[in-house]
């Protein structure tokens, strides 16, 4: 069973920057995984942020972050990272990252199989 921890929230002020990790459980390598980011605001339906596919070649983001977010993965350290610059009071939520296992394809925002327990996100002045 892959296990996902998820890192690095907190509050920030609009304009901020965060930096996001998802860390697989100890003996699972996410090498043979996509991976998604996802997030839910109160009383919002949750949303699809960026997905990475497994070799890292290629990624894809929502219309809303695009510009400001940017994934990556850190294959050394098993790790897949979420870059979030300029926020934006409207980009404060649980953020999730998640696991599916990777197929010859460009990564999409549905359909993954494994999540972790997310990390709050709030952006405010």
């Known amino acids: 069973q892959l296990q996902l921890v998820e890192s690095g929230g907190g509050l920030v002020q609009p304009g901020g920057s965060l930096r996001l990790s998802c860390a697989a459980s100890r003996f699972t390598l996410l090498d043979y995984y996509d991976i998604g980011w996802f997030r839910q605001a109160p009383g919002k339906e949750r949303e699809g942020v960026s997905c990475?596919?497994?070799?890292?070649?290629?990624?894809n983001y929502a219309d809303s972050v695009k510009g400001r977010f940017t994934i990556s993965r850190d294959k050394a350290k098993n790790t897949v990272y979420l870059q979030m610059n300029s926020l934006k009071p409207e980009d404060a939520g649980i953020y999730y990252c998640?696991?599916?296992?990777?197929?010859?394809?460009?990564?999409?925002?549905?359909?993954?199989?494994?999540w972790g327990q997310g990390t709050q996100v709030t952006v405010s002045p």
């Open positions: 998640a696991a599916v296992q990777s197929v010859p394809r460009m990564c999409v925002l549905e359909g993954y199989d494994y």
């Open positions: 990475i596919n497994n070799s890292g070649g290629t990624t």
